[in-house]
């Protein structure tokens, strides 16, 4: 196994014929462990699948509501997995347009990821619709009915934002496979070379083609930069939009763009930690990307710190009964354990990250990882069910316990997140070759590269 360089560049001597090499290969290492995992996969998947039949069938009463908590899991998992999708844009387009060049083994990833969470967030307003084949209810059309959409509800908003996002997500995802995508058409033969070539759209590599191709990428990547805020600004304002205690706060929108960037560097460090190993991609994805991840996973960490900070100055500095109990409520009700846990895992335990031989220690950082994962997940239950249990009417205080339904649905969405990422790691370059050459010594022409 090539030993792990600490350098951002690849190692001088790696041709671009050994990168071609090294990374195609990498989709031909997967044996009989990429199979089981698969399998394993879909089976989660499809106990998933049958927990959602069941509510199709008996109705949205076997969730766990109460007359108050109506937003409960569904809603949780469709912004935790808005969250997820962000820090791919962030990672593959903002760093890009710093030519932060650190991004060229971890942006394909990153984007990949970005699509399958966009792809995993949509299925969550369906679910919670109850009754999911009336779902293009949604779509503006027009209708014999004379019926109109809603303009002022955040779900529509969320409609238009997350499509937006998703079509220019995969568009700028895309677009960044092209080059590879000739480079395995290359190397393949029989059905699988033809799919490539098909989808590589004749790339020959000519210099008017890398002009075109320079020109679109950055326009793509600047386009992808303003909706990674306006996304998750958007989805903070179903929150923000209502009077509940504990939502009708002006800093969600910052604040969800940070829990949603910490959540989204957390999962790539999650897939990007076995994949290194399993591909033995370590001469290209190296210790120095790992550090750089984790740095922006402490800096991001504390912001988010701060933002949970200034919630309970606020609420302590307006004087405002109703949003002083909220708070008080979140750390000492009924769910502290779970504001406790959150508050560890996204502000306590990053601060690890403050010391490098943490960062560059890929068991430490996974495990870091995996743990920040888990507390955003109870950042957006806190926010959810901590306000709506607890809201201004006493009388309808309650306590929300999630069924098995909805703890089978989101183990379901889980496995069809991993599923697109497994079936892409088989049929996709997982680092993009185009970008790792740009850091390599000039070409060599006797190596007749095409690409």
């Known amino acids: 196994m090539a030993q792990a360089k600490t350098t951002t560049e690849p190692t001088p001597h790696i041709t671009y014929g050994q990168v071609n090499h090294d990374i195609l290969r990498a989709m031909e290492l997967l044996g009989r462990r990429y199979y089981l995992l698969l399998a394993l996969d879909l089976l989660v998947l499809a106990w998933g699948g049958y927990c959602w039949s069941v509510m199709l069938r008996k109705g949205l009463g076997v969730a766990g509501f109460t007359n108050s908590i109506r937003w409960v899991t569904f809603i949780i998992n469709f912004v935790f997995w808005v969250g997820i999708a962000h820090s791919g844009a962030m990672i593959s387009a903002i760093l890009f347009l710093f030519r932060a060049r650190w991004r060229t083994a971890v942006a394909r990833s990153a984007e990949a990821m970005t699509v399958f969470a966009i792809m995993t967030a949509a299925l969550f307003p369906i679910i919670h619709l109850g009754r999911a084949w009336f779902a293009y209810w949604l779509f503006p059309y027009p209708n014999q009915r004379q019926l109109w959409v809603n303009f002022r509800s955040p779900l529509i908003w969320d409609m238009f934002a997350v499509s937006t996002y998703f079509v220019i997500s995969v568009i700028f995802w895309y677009m960044g496979l092209i080059p590879d995508l000739a480079a395995a058409r290359d190397r393949s033969r029989g059905l699988r070379g033809k799919l490539y070539g098909l989808l590589s759209l004749g790339w020959q590599g000519r210099g008017e083609q890398w002009v075109h191709f320079s020109s679109a990428y950055l326009f793509f990547a600047a386009l992808a930069t303003p909706l990674v805020v306006s996304v998750s600004s958007i989805v903070s304002w179903d929150f923000a939009m209502g009077l509940v205690p504990g939502w009708h706060s002006t800093i969600f929108a910052p604040y969800f763009v940070a829990g949603a960037i910490l959540s989204g560097l957390a999962m790539l460090i999650t897939l ?163 970008e790792v050459k740009e850091a390599l010594p000039p070409p060599l022409s006797k190596e007749g590269d095409r690409t």
């Open 272 to 434: 990007l930690v076995p994949v290194r190993k399993v591909f033995r991609l370590e001469p290209y994805i190296t210790l120095h990307h790992f550090d750089n991840l984790g740095k922006m996973v402490l800096f991001i960490s504390m912001i988010v710190t701060y933002a949970y900070i200034n919630e309970f100055f606020i609420a302590w500095y307006s004087d405002n009964l109703f949003e002083q109990s909220a708070f008080r409520f979140r750390a000492f009700g009924h769910y502290a354990v779970v504001f406790w846990v959150m508050i560890a895992c996204n502000s306590v335990i990053p601060l690890l990250l403050w010391f490098k031989s943490v960062r560059t220690n890929l068991a430490w950082l996974f495990v870091i990882s995996v743990l920040v994962i888990i507390g955003m997940w109870l950042e957006r239950f806190v926010i959810v069910v901590g306000s709506l249990s607890h809201d201004f009417n006493p009388w309808s205080w309650s306590v929300y316990r999630p069924t098995w339904v909805e703890a089978g649905i989101m183990a379901g969405s889980f496995a069809w997140f991993f599923l697109w990422f497994l079936l892409s790691i088989k049929w996709l370059p997982v680092v993009s070759m185009m």
